[in-house]
């Protein structure tokens, strides 16, 4: 089974064809994702790789955390599971209901 990666510090024009080059290196990649600010349409600087094997995550851990890339000196981590999302979303002011 592959693992998730997080990659942090990456140049802001990089894309995710891109990254998918650079963690290629490492093993297949399987999915690459940039995160995009909704606001602005630009990347956050940050995104996540899932690498097809183990054994690749583990090289792309060793050889591309602190390499650089793009002029930046990259982080990759193991990617924490995304806490569930709740649906509550607190109470409402009563103005709200007034429109």
Known sequence: MGKRLYVGNLPYRMS???LADVFSQAGEVTDVAI???RETGRSKG???VEMAEDAGAQVALQELNGAQVGGRTIKVAEANPRPPRSSYRGPRDVADYDR
């Open 46 to 48: 940050f995104g996540f």
């Open 16 to 18: 995710e064809e891109e």
């Open 35 to 37: 995160v995009i600010d």
